[in-house]
């Protein structure tokens, strides 16, 4: 049931689509993923990574939701990069999530690109990349997903949930899909739904992509190229969003790079323009465009009061979840009141609710960053639970 392999593909898709360096959990005809869409997706695979010790009674697992261009790669080097796990500061012996008492899974989110089935996945029914014959995918059918793989790894129920981010909406979505199988959850820098100002900026980025003549209408994987001129300026508007003035004005202000005046031309004089235009060309190497589309649409269609008859409450309604739900100051992408708007939702819904709203000048990225005060709040709520599970 589970690979580390899988037979190779006919046309050049992005790194990892489907032989990715990770765990692989496939589902075959007879075990279909239910979207929102109305399809059944089948077969499909998952891609996961684990990190820890499984107990006796499977009762330590955590499991980690990534954010929209995060994967399975939360804690070891990636394969693609090279670089530290995207979540290494908070996960392993010794840390906030201790890998020393708890069993972590991270999988990549269906519609991603490092494993799990998404546009650049091989379509068994025509053996080309899926392109956008893939359905499109929710935030929910990322959780069902994640809910089959558990099963498939007989895994009844979760200490943990958490993630920030688009992995923030996961974690709320698994508290009100599967309320019984989760014993406590920390939403970080997230929301109960996607805002308009949010759901623009990703417009914005789809049309960056959809606008480079080498998109092809999603299906340049034959053709061996990619749009890395529109995904590279979608990363770059995107990445302002992750940041906040301060963060911008401390890190960069209106410094020159490399260069002791203007040269009066549009070249990156600013270290500013520069490090954009770095992001830009890192991100296109190791993400899919197509999966860019597919996730940012998740985060769009994604509003949980609206599964409810416009009432949040009832999404969390007689839930004995715990939950820790974390916010920055300098959030503007997913800011405070987001955060306060689920919090109401929990106490009238008659959950057992804590939060911690976390001054810094980081922006909404500090969730993936070195910030003391969310290392202490997860350390600290996770002991707190794991006593109350006696795990402690």
Not at 45 to 72: E, F, M, P, R, W
Request: proline share 5%.
């Amino acid at each position: 049931m589970t690979s580390l392999a899988a037979p190779a593909v006919a046309f050049s898709s992005a790194p990892e689509a489907d032989e990715p360096h990770s765990l692989v959990m496939r589902f075959g005809a007879d075990r279909p993923l239910r979207m929102d869409a109305g399809v059944a997706l089948a077969p499909f695979q998952i891609a996961y990574q684990t990190y820890g010790t499984l107990n006796a009674d499977k009762s330590n697992v955590v499991l980690v939701c990534h954010a929209l261009t995060g994967d399975q790669h939360v804690a070891n080097v990636h394969p693609v990069t090279g670089k530290e796990g995207w979540w290494d500061v908070m996960i392993g012996p010794g840390k906030p999530i201790d890998t020393d008492r708890f069993f972590v899974i991270c999988s990549n989110v269906i519609g991603g690109c490092m494993g799990s089935t998404g546009p650049a996945s091989t379509n068994p029914a025509t053996g080309r990349p899926y392109g956008l014959d893939l359905p499109v995918v929710t935030i929910r059918d990322m959780v069902r997903a994640q809910a089959m793989l558990l099963d498939a790894l007989g895994i009844d129920t979760l200490f943990c949930v958490l993630g920030g981010s688009m992995g923030g909406m996961q974690v709320l979505q698994w508290a009100a899909s599967y309320p019984e199988r989760v014993f406590s959850a920390i939403p970080i820098a997230t929301a109960s739904r996607h805002s308009s100002q949010n759901i623009a900026f990703a417009e914005v980025g789809r049309q960056a992509v959809m606008a480079d003549p080498d998109w092809r209408g999603g299906r340049y994987y034959e053709a061996g190229v990619r749009p890395e001129k529109g995904l590279g300026v979608a990363r770059m508007a995107a990445h302002i969003t992750y940041l906040s003035d301060a963060a911008l004005h401390e890190k960069f202000g209106r410094r020159l790079q490399n260069r002791a005046a203007p040269t009066f031309s549009f070249d990156a004089d600013f270290q500013i323009e520069s490090y954009l235009r770095h992001q830009g060309r890192s991100f296109v190497q190791r993400f899919d465009a197509n999966s860019y589309l597919y996730l940012t649409r998740a985060m769009d269609y994604f509003d949980l009061a609206a599964d409810y008859g416009g009432r949040l409450a009832d999404a969390f309604k007689g839930s004995r979840s715990r939950f820790c739900l974390i916010s920055f100051t300098s959030d503007w992408l997913f800011p405070t009141a987001e955060t306060r708007a689920v919090v109401h939702a929990l106490n009238a819904g008659g959950a057992s609710v804590s939060f911690v709203e976390i001054e810094t000048d980081k922006g909404h990225d500090a969730f993936l960053l070195d910030v003391p005060e969310l290392f202490a709040t997860v350390r600290s709520f996770l002991k707190s639970a794991a006593h109350k599970r006696g795990l402690a």
